[in-house]
């Protein structure tokens, strides 16, 4: 049983470099947790100061409670997944999952039995006796699980663990590796700057953008409720319009973009304040503009591609501002350039976020 | 219940293993080890040069007047140290010159030609650096200074080159030109050969594009190597003292100096020529990045013509003539020379001139002595080499891993001060520290060749383990600490391993380096002697075919580490 605590943690490498800045959150026992954001966001620094390799400039870090600089390396329970691996190139296989438990001083018999089990946990029995050198990149990837099952990890750390497989390949491994870490009952922390990978493998997903926690929640929290406009960018394609509240009365506001009005949904908004309405694209709907429509805002087609199983379809706004809309290749309706269109927008799917200060631009900076 | 006996003792082991090196990489424990690093270093390698300046400053009086106001010789002294520093300097620069002409072209040839032999003449070209100077010394002489090599084939009874400033220029570009070589030989094949592509496509005559084009990217590096060449010549002293005759350059003025027991002018002179080579080093270190070399204007036509086919191939096979006649066949001609003299002198047909009758039969049995040298140098170059590892790599480590920039900038320029300064100013400075002018812990002889070989080996060593350290991906500690290592076992169970064969390499070069080094050891050796000294004893007293054999035995020595660090660096 651990829970991972951080505190206020701030990390300053040097004099200036602030790699991560006051981050808190909670991590519970079980939890496949990703770690999401642009690089350079503090993603590696953060996983470094759980495995206690860096140590925090200000604040604290628990684990169960248990403030961790007063935890020795080898209690920790923490496993470590590299990018790249890092297999000791001089070791086989076998003696690279054996690695832990024998720098722990455990028993030789001990050791085999772990080194065993982990083996045929990842189906690897067979490769005992490979070098690294002789291993596929899946395979070297089973071969870091292996070594930290042995080193009876409870904590999986990985450190953009999928980046150096083929597309394909990763999109199995993302399964095997959620399947694999609820069947040890580990509790795993997954770097990466993937957005679609954290969203399919997570329970939870913490958004970091310049060394800053921006959001934490669940998938489904971070695509149908962000709670800012970093997240809703970040997190799967968004457009953003900008407009003035005329009326935030009842169950949904009215508000006014260039010379139209739409609904959008009511949270934190209120009257006369300027805000940007944050709308996924799968979540616009093109219609013929003379069509009965409800909640629309007009604008002129530019292009309409064909993707496979979308289209995109550009469109310029009355306001001058451009949308694309990500609609199923399938529907019927087919568009022009030029043709007069009606983006429809459903009030439910739409969030609305106060206008930041310095622009859209500056505020989605990474 | 054997069986875990047994397993019971092997855990004993490795658990008290891991505590005692848990127990090392605690803070305060690695402190200790950085300050040991650092006083090894300055004690041995910095410590002599500084300890020598401030003596000289202390006794100034002393010094002024054994210098420039000698009751008997007046100011001989400063005028001999004038003259030799002269014939140095003026030596040093014309064998550069000849080095840069030489270097060039051949390092070209081999970074960018394809040709059969060409493994064979890339380790040629290294054998001058490997071969100790005494015996390469020893070795021209007899080609271009006696009756025995260039004169036999043109039918002459004297030597063609006499003992002098030319035989020194000629036997000095032969191990001084590999440093051009070397140093950018790697950087031409490197380069981006689109560019010069590109270069080719615009109309640049091929000269062109190289002058322009590709030797500015290497300027560094062959500055770095020019520097390298112009003070290995001004410093070197086994072949000098063999092929100088009356003509002494600065180190060996130091050598005789120091047989005479001339303490002061000799502290005098070895201070002067380590001046020169640091402001040497430090100016490379302050301008290397803002040097231009005055290559900017272009001569079309004439380029153009020295660009033609044709003169391109009279140029590469005229370097590669030049080679051969000036540099290799010189430097091996001593082992033709043993064969000529086996038994007996090829003149005359006598049998006590031989080398048999010499080494082997002669009341005075010359090899005895040698084979004590010999055991002598191996004893000296085998613990060089392993203090020199254990010393060498915490120093190697520390650099590497500093975060402190100015530390490793610093620690980076003071390493390479023993590789500069002339190694008999050097075995001097260590002399004055350690004997009983200083410290007074040892005195002349086994101790103190070990002590003054392991200052000048320790660059050679340091540098490669740096970029032995660099090159190790820092991911591997980082899991080794993560599964529970401390940093003693990481460094055993990780670092090492991939340190392996660079290891292997360093020990490879400093045993060769030890093996070849006269000058240092001339001053430092007391009663003991290594081959080269022993060589260039036999020298002194006229008995050749004995030098001979000598020179060939350091020859054969040399080939065979060569070759050996050959297979170490192919293996990695
Ligand atoms: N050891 C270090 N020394 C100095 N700066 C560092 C160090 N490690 C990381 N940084 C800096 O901290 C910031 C965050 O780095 P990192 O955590 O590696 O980002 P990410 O993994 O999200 O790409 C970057 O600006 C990086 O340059
Ligand atoms: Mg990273």
Redesign the pocket.
């Known amino acids: 049983m651990t829970e991972i605590q951080f505190k206020h943690v701030t990390k300053i490498?040097?004099r200036k470099?602030e790699?991560v800045k006051d981050l808190s959150f909670i991590i519970e026992d079980g939890e496949y947790v990703s770690l999401i954001?642009p690089?350079?966001?503090?993603?590696?620094?953060?996983l470094r100061l759980l495995a206690g390799t860096v140590l925090p400039t200000r604040g604290k870090i628990f684990f169960d409670n248990r403030e961790v600089e007063n935890l020795p390396i080898q209690e920790r329970n923490l496993g470590f997944v590299f990018q790249h691996f890092a297999i000791f190139p001089h070791m086989n296989v076998w003696e690279n999952i054996a690695y832990g438990p024998t720098v722990k001083g455990k028993k030789k018999s001990e050791i085999e039995e772990l080194v065993e089990h982990s083996l045929s946990s990842v189906q690897m029995k067979e490769r005992a006796e490979s070098f690294p050198s002789e291993l596929s990149a899946p395979e070297l990837q089973k071969v870091a699980l292996a070594r930290v099952i042995a080193a009876e990890a409870k904590i999986l750390l990985l450190d953009e663990p999928l980046g150096a497989l083929d597309q394909k390949i990763r999109e199995e491994f993302q399964f095997f590796l959620r399947d694999f870490v609820k069947k040890q009952g580990l509790t795993a922390i997954h770097?990466t700057h993937d957005q679609a990978e954290a969203l399919s493998i997570s329970d939870k997903v913490i958004v970091l953008n310049k060394?800053q926690l921006v959001q934490m929640g669940t998938p489904d929290d971070l695509i149908f409720s962000p709670t800012n406009l970093f997240t809703s960018f970040f997190v799967g394609e968004s457009d953003f319009i900008e407009g003035y509240v005329l009326d935030d009365s009842s169950r949904f506001s009215k508000v006014r973009v260039g010379l139209e009005s739409i609904n959008v949904q009511n949270a934190g908004i209120h009257k006369g304040e300027h805000v940007v309405i944050a709308i996924r694209r799968e979540f616009f709907d093109v219609r013929k503009a003379d069509q009965n429509n409800e909640n629309f805002l007009t604008g002129k087609v530019i292009s309409d591609q064909f993707l496979g199983l979308f289209r995109r379809v550009k469109v310029l706004l009355k306001n001058q501002q451009i949308i694309e809309a990500k609609i199923h290749a399938k529907s019927p309706l087919k568009f022009e350039e030029n043709e007069t269109v009606h983006v429809i927008i459903d009030p439910a799917r739409t969030r609305c976020f106060e206008f930041p200060k310095e622009g859209i631009k500056k505020s989605l900076e990474m | 219940m054997f069986k875990t006996d047994k397993e019971n003792i092997e855990l004993f082991f490795r658990k008290t293993r891991l505590k005692i090196e848990t127990f090392l990489s605690r803070n305060s424990v690695l402190l200790i080890g950085k300050i040991i690093t650092i006083s090894i270093f300055i004690l041995i390698i910095i410590g002599p040069i500084f300890y020598l300046l401030l003596q000289i400053f202390l006794h100034w009086g002393e010094i002024y007047s054994k210098v420039f106001n000698d009751p008997i010789l007046g100011n001989e002294a400063f005028l001999m140290m004038l003259r030799s520093i002269g014939l140095s300097l003026k030596v040093a620069g014309i064998v550069t010159f000849f080095d840069l002409i030489v270097g060039i072209p051949i390092a070209w040839v081999l970074a960018r030609y394809n040709f059969k032999g060409k493994k064979i003449l890339d380790t040629l070209v290294d054998m001058p650096m490997a071969v100790p100077t005494s015996a390469l010394g020893f070795s021209i002489y007899l080609f271009w200074g006696t009756n025995n090599g260039i004169s036999r084939l043109l039918n002459s009874n004297v030597g063609l080159v006499s003992q002098g400033t030319l035989l020194i220029i000629l036997t000095h570009i032969a191990f001084t030109f590999p440093y051009v070589t070397r140093s950018i030989k790697g950087i031409i094949a490197d380069l981006d050969i689109n560019i010069e592509k590109a270069a080719k496509t615009l109309g640049a005559p091929p000269f062109t594009i190289a002058r322009m084009i590709s030797l500015p990217m290497v300027k560094e590096s062959l500055l770095a190597g020019t520097v390298l060449a112009f003070t290995r010549s001004l410093g070197e002293t086994g072949a000098t003292l063999i092929v100088s005759g009356v003509y002494q350059t600065a180190p060996v003025v130091i050598v005789s100096w120091m047989k005479g027991l001339k303490i002061p002018t000799t502290a005098f002179l070895s201070l002067i020529l380590i001046i020169i080579s640091l402001l040497l080093l430090t100016a490379v270190r302050l301008f290397a990045r803002k040097v231009g070399l005055p290559w900017n204007k272009v001569f079309p036509r004439f380029e153009r013509k020295i660009s033609s086919k044709k003169v391109a191939r009279t140029r590469d096979s005229l370097s590669i003539t030049l080679f051969f006649i000036f540099v290799f066949i010189p430097a091996l001609f001593v082992v033709i020379y043993l064969f000529q003299w086996w038994n007996k002198s090829p003149f005359s047909g006598d049998h006590e001139a031989g080398m048999i009758y010499q080494v082997f039969q002669a009341p005075d049995k010359k090899i005895d002595s040698i084979v004590h040298a010999f055991v002598t140098s191996v004893e000296v170059a085998l613990i060089v080499t392993i203090v020199n590892l254990v010393i060498a790599t915490p120093m190697a480590l520390l650099i590497s891993k500093t975060k402190n920039d100015k530390l490793k900038g610093l620690l980076d320029t003071l390493i390479d001060i023993p590789l500069i300064i002339p190694s008999s100013a050097l075995g001097f400075s260590i002399f004055f520290l350690w004997g009983s002018n200083g410290l007074h812990l040892l005195s002349p002889g086994f101790m103190m060749i070990i002590v003054s070989h392991i200052s000048f080996t320790y660059a050679y060593c340091v540098r490669p383990l740096v970029g032995a350290f660099d090159a190790i991906p820092t991911m591997y500690d980082e899991a080794a600490f993560a599964f529970g290592s401390s940093r003693l076992t990481a460094f055993r169970t990780v670092t090492m391993p991939f340190l392996k064969s660079g290891l292997i390499a360093v020990s490879i070069m400093t045993f060769t380096r030890s093996m070849s080094e006269t000058g240092a050891t001339i001053i430092v050796q007391g009663v003991e002697r290594t081959i080269p000294v022993l060589l260039v004893d036999f020298f002194e007293a006229s008995t050749f075919p004995a030098a001979a054999f000598a020179a060939s035995l350091l020859i054969l020595i040399s080939f065979l580490s060569l070759l050996l660090l050959r297979y170490v660096s192919k293996e990695r």
Request: proline share 0%.
């Open positions: 490498f040097g470099v790699a954001g690089s350079g966001c503090g993603k590696t620094t953060t770097v060394g």
